[in-house]
Structure formats: C-alpha cells, structure tokens
T-cell receptor
Framework: NAGVTQTPKFQVLKTGQSMTLQCAQD?????MYWYRQDPGMGLRLIYY???????DKGEVPNGYNVSRLNKREFSLRLESAAPSQTSVYFC?????????????FGDGTRLSIL | QQPVQSPQAVILREGEDAVINCSSS?????VHWYRQKHGEAPIFLMI?????EQKGHDKISASFNEKKQQSSLYLTASQLSYSGTYFC??????????????FGKGTLLTVNP
C-alpha cells in the first residue's frame, strides 16, 4: 500500500535554479494538496486541486506553480528557487473535497536552497 | 487566517492527562486533528463536524463547540507513543471545489517515562 508517494525525498538547489516536486497517489482520490512546513509555522497550503482539471491557490502560492497531470499525479514547480523557499513540502490527498474526509499525507520532500 | 492552538508546548509524565485547544476567528464547519512525529508525515486522528459531534479512539478524544468556534483534544493516561506535534485543521464549509483546511501552528507534546 503505497498511499501518497513524493519524490525526491531530499534536494539541495542553488538560488535561481528550477525544480519540480512530484506527487502521486494510488488511492483513486479526487482532491490533492501541496503544503509547506516551516519551523513554528505549521502546515501552510500552497496550491490545491479539488478534482482532476482544476487547481487553485492556497495561502502562500507566490513563487510556485502546479500541474494536475492526471487523477494520480500533482506536481509542484519552483521556477526560480529562492532561499525563502527552503522548507519541507508535503503532498496530501483525500477522496473528495468534502469536510468529513481525512487527508492522507506523503512523507515529504526536504528542500534546501543555498 | 490560521487557528490558534494552545498551549504551544506541554511536557507530561506517562499516565498524565493533557488538553490541547484550537480556536478560530471564523465560524467553523469542521475541525480535523493530526499528529506528527519528528521527521515523519502528519497522521490523521479524527474529524469533528458541525453539530457538536465528539469523536475519539482509545484514550484520545475531542470536542467541538461551534458557538465558541473552538475544539479541544483530550489525551488521557498518556503513553510514550503520544509524543509528537498535534495540529488542528479548520474548515469553514461543508465541501465543494473551494474546500480546504487551514492548519494551526501546532502543539508539541512530550511524554516522559
């Protein structure tokens, strides 16, 4: 049971480089989410996709883009990485965009930007 | 706007009880609780929905007071395995294309032998 798989697990970038974080789920979920987690800040929503073919901005979308490639995959792209984007990134999914369903999280991608 | 969790941190001895609170400035429809151990993914604990539902499993339970726009997580007879950071996530609607959770900053719970 893979659940939500994120790749890579670790990455170091230089300022200005670009990078795509990959997320795939095998639970046939419709809704997918990207969060960043910084010390003392909790989980902050970057972008989400309520269903295949739709994407929307969350609380902190600046500097990021997303693609819902298909029902399984939701990628997050940093076009020109900045040190402020050093963080742990979590992808999550849930069956649908209803309030009574839990989110399932991947193991995270630890990203450092020098 | 992020919900406010209190306390920020709590240290317990095994067997002691703890309460973690989550308050919002907005009217809430649902509250989700997650636990995260260091270096791991958040794990779902429970969901509370508008209507005063109280959910729980084992010795962890929670309540939801819609009028006060807050939820509390109760951990009784704590075990070492309860250590971690607890997050509440609040939702202001029942669902739909704009549905999303807003998470608090977390409460670090440490249970010592």
């Amino acid at each position: 049971n893979a659940g939500v798989t994120q790749t890579p697990k670790f990455q170091v970038l230089k300022t200005g480089q670009s990078m795509t974080l990959q997320c795939a789920q095998d639970m046939n979920h419709n809704s997918m989410y990207w969060y960043r987690q910084d010390p003392g800040m909790g989980l902050r929503l970057i972008y989400y996709s309520a269903s295949e073919g739709t994407t929307d901005k969350g609380e902190v979308p600046n500097g990021y883009n997303v693609s819902r490639l298909n029902k399984r995959e939701f990628s997050l792209r940093l076009e020109s990485a900045a040190p402020s984007q050093t963080s742990v990134y979590f992808c999550a999914s849930k069956p649908d965009s209803y309030s009574n369903q839990p989110q399932h999280f991947g193991d995270g991608t630890r990203l450092s930007i020098l | 706007q992020q919900p406010v969790q209190s306390p920020q941190a709590v240290i317990l001895r095994e067997g002691e009880d703890a309460v973690i609170n989550c308050s919002s400035s907005k009217a809430l429809y649902s509250v989700h609780w997650y636990r995260q151990k260091h270096g791991e993914a958040p794990i779902f604990l429970m969901i509370l929905l508008k209507g005063g539902e109280q959910k729980g499993h084992d010795k962890i339970s929670a309540s939801f007071n819609e009028k006060k726009q807050q939820s509390s997580l109760y951990l009784t007879a704590s075990q070492l395995s309860y250590s971690g950071t607890y997050f509440c996530g609040t939702g202001t609607g029942s669902g739909g294309s704009n549905y999303k959770l807003t998470f608090g900053k977390g409460t670090l719970l440490t249970v010592n032998p």
